[in-house]
């Protein structure tokens, strides 16, 4: 039987709460998450056993988690995947002390003083969500998604009564190694790629753990077929937590630059205004994102 805890997981710094609802409510997967209010929820499954959790704003410099879970033990393990999700650890002053000489972010920073990174709740899932958002629409890609949990994730044990949107847990590698994905959708190519991520993870689990060093964590991923340099900096940057990752050839991060500056850059123009940018690229992509809408 599930029991529900409550506890509060502070950070420090401002924090944008409104601008990581909305990112997540964009990208929320039909069984899996809602965002209600000012409230994140979603099932998961961890070594096994299956649970559901809730975030939102607690007292200041803290977000208050709702947990069910029959297994203390686990709790621990949970904290760290949600402190790394949730951008918890991110130094922001720091951050845009550097960021702010560049004219161009200095006002994005100012305007948004406590936005963070988004992350992932688990790497195969942010991996699977990344090679299902290759080359179409975040909706379109959430669709995908939604249909792949109703087929292949597993049913909810235990539902909670507080969120009876949250149905299923997400896929695991082991069924979509061998599945024919396909069928959900979209071009056999990318479905091949979803198997390949699906049974590289089985063979090396360790994959998609954050490493500490990005060259590092971008060669292994681009060895897998079908993972590029886009997809492979997105899982860098929201899975491995690798603060200088950063999609040059995001059509996102070239849109909002064309805003900001009145001229589209090429990507290897937009790489190389970043490189002032290093070490912290994904928090100034974080904020390009956010100022294009």
């Not at 803290?62 to 918890?88: G, I, S, T, Y």
Request: glycine content about 8%; charged content about 20%.
């Amino acid at each position: 039987m599930s029991q529900e805890q409550h506890l509060l997981l502070p950070y420090q710094g401002p924090y944008d709460w409104p601008a990581m609802l909305g990112f997540l409510a964009l990208r929320a997967i039909d069984g899996l998450e809602v965002v209600q209010g000012d409230t994140y929820a979603r099932s998961f499954e961890l070594e096994g056993c299956q649970g559901t959790l809730s975030l939102r704003p607690g007292p200041v410099g803290h977000l208050q988690l709702r947990l069910n879970l029959a297994q203390a033990h686990l709790l621990p393990k949970v904290v760290e995947r949600l402190r790394r999700q949730f951008d918890l650890e991110a130094d922001l002053p720091l951050i845009h002390r550097h960021l702010a000489t560049d004219p161009l972010l200095a006002p994005l920073l100012a305007a948004r003083p406590g936005l963070r990174v988004p992350g992932a709740w688990d790497g195969f899932e942010l991996a699977i969500r990344a090679v299902l958002g290759q080359q179409i629409t975040v909706q379109g890609a959430i669709r995908l998604a939604s249909r792949l949990v109703a087929t292949y994730g597993r049913p909810l044990m235990c539902p909670d009564r507080q969120w009876p949107g949250l149905t299923h847990v997400f896929a695991t590698p082991e069924v979509l190694a061998g599945a024919d994905l396909a069928g959900l959708g979209m071009p056999r190519s990318r479905a091949r790629t979803l198997s390949v991520v699906a049974q590289a993870l089985l063979d090396d689990p360790q994959l998609l753990q954050p490493g500490g060093d990005l060259q590092h964590s971008l060669e292994r991923l681009l060895q897998l077929p079908g993972i590029g340099d886009w997809t492979a900096h997105y899982i860098a940057l929201r899975q491995m937590r690798e603060g200088d990752a950063f999609p040059a050839a995001d059509a996102g991060l070239l849109n909002a630059m064309a805003a900001l500056q009145g001229q589209r850059p090429t990507a290897r123009q937009l790489l190389a205004r970043a490189e002032a940018w290093r070490p912290w690229r994904a928090y100034a992509a974080q904020h390009l994102w956010t100022a294009s809408g």
